[in-house]
């Protein structure tokens, strides 16, 4: 492959806060460097039907505050087939994009990584993922927006738990990570957080209520990840109703309000800086990598690195929400 000339870019997967800031910093970066920039719609089948847009500067003006996504995004499942796959590099060569920037969770940079094999093409990707579950990166982007929405959604929970002398189970997402959960419940003065990582070493819920999750407080809060490991909040309020009928139990689902709103400033830097350094990753050769951050330096993760490896949770953390909750 010869000199890259365009650049594709889109978003896949579940849409995070800060996905905008990204597209934002890539274009322009692009523009900089005197490449032409192609947005591709709906992720990878946007490249399928073909719905693509040349972005001009402008295009990206007054976004790096939204949230979402301008470019949409979606789940294709046809990507998944080497037909769907052929299609889309098709369209690739047919708009003439030589290198593809891919914005989006472990699923998006499998398919990105399949794709990028299977037909040799320059691909770089961005994790823009609420749930922080990628490997080689110390966060990735709409996470710490999404961590502040729970922090302020069960600040407001605390106030109707202390009220009614409540125990309250709120769900958070992570269905394999439990980063949401645990560094929300510390954010939060919460009891406990039941993550999925440790759901396989002992029972969480049956320690929690050995060591009297109560003690000397007159309301409790315990963050659940939503994963399939921990069964959810639903099945843990159950459980303590079945086993301890004298708690006033009540369980809230956060749910979607955890992707959307404002990115935080930290997001928007992020996001800022992984966009260019994705486009300075394409023009010095690197292909088949995640931009990821560590100890606040760009780093280089190639994506068999990234999507493989399960990050694992700083267990300093659970020692210290648990001191904390005393
Ligand atoms: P989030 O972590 O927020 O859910 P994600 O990127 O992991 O985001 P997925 O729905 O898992 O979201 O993946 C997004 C898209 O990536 C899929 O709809 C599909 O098009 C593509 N994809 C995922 N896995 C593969 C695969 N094994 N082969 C080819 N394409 C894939």
Not at 14 to 22: Q, S, T, W, Y
Not at 138 to 150: E, H, K, V
Not at 157 to 175: C, K, N, P, Q, Y
Request: charged share 20%.
């Amino acid at each position: 492959m010869g000199a890259i000339k365009c650049i594709g870019i889109l978003t896949s997967g579940g849409d995070a806060p800060g996905m905008n800031a990204a597209i934002r910093a890539v274009t322009r970066t692009a523009i900089y460097n005197g490449l032409e920039v192609k947005a591709i719609y709906r992720g990878y089948r946007g490249l399928i039907t073909n719905e693509i847009e040349t972005f001009k500067t402008q295009n990206v003006s007054n976004i790096i505050q939204q949230g979402g996504t301008i470019l949409k995004t979606a789940r294709c499942a046809e990507f998944m087939t080497p037909e769907g796959r052929k299609q889309a590099y098709d369209t690739l060569v047919s708009q003439n994009i030589d290198a593809l920037v891919c914005i989006g969770g472990d699923g998006t940079l499998t398919g990105a990584r399949i794709f990028a094999t299977e037909f040799n093409y320059p691909i770089v990707g961005l994790p823009g993922t609420i749930d922080n579950d990628l490997y080689g990166t110390d966060s990735t982007i709409g996470y710490d927006t999404a961590l502040n929405t729970i922090m302020d959604a069960v600040d407001k929970i605390r106030d109707t738990a202390t009220s009614h002398e409540r125990l309250f189970f709120i769900e958070v997402m992570g269905r394999d990570a439990g980063f949401l959960a645990l560094n929300g419940a510390i954010a939060t003065g919460s009891e406990a957080a039941i993550i999925p990582e440790i759901a396989t070493e002992y029972d969480q819920l049956g320690e929690l209520i050995k060591n009297g999750f109560r003690k000397s407080k007159n309301s409790s809060i315990v963050l659940v990840a939503e994963s399939p490991l921990t069964g959810g909040a639903m099945a843990m309020a159950e459980r303590v109703k079945n086993e301890y009928p004298q708690y006033d139990v009540r369980v809230t689902i956060l749910g979607h309000i955890q992707r959307g709103g404002s990115p935080t400033a930290f997001d928007r830097i992020l996001a800022s800086r992984m966009g260019a350094a994705a486009i300075d990753a394409l023009l010095d050769d690197q292909r088949n990598v995640m931009i990821g951050i560590q100890n606040d330096e760009i780093v280089y993760v190639p994506f068999t690195k990234a999507i493989k490896n399960d990050k694992p949770i700083n267990r300093e953390l659970l020692n210290t929400l648990r001191i904390l909750s005393i």
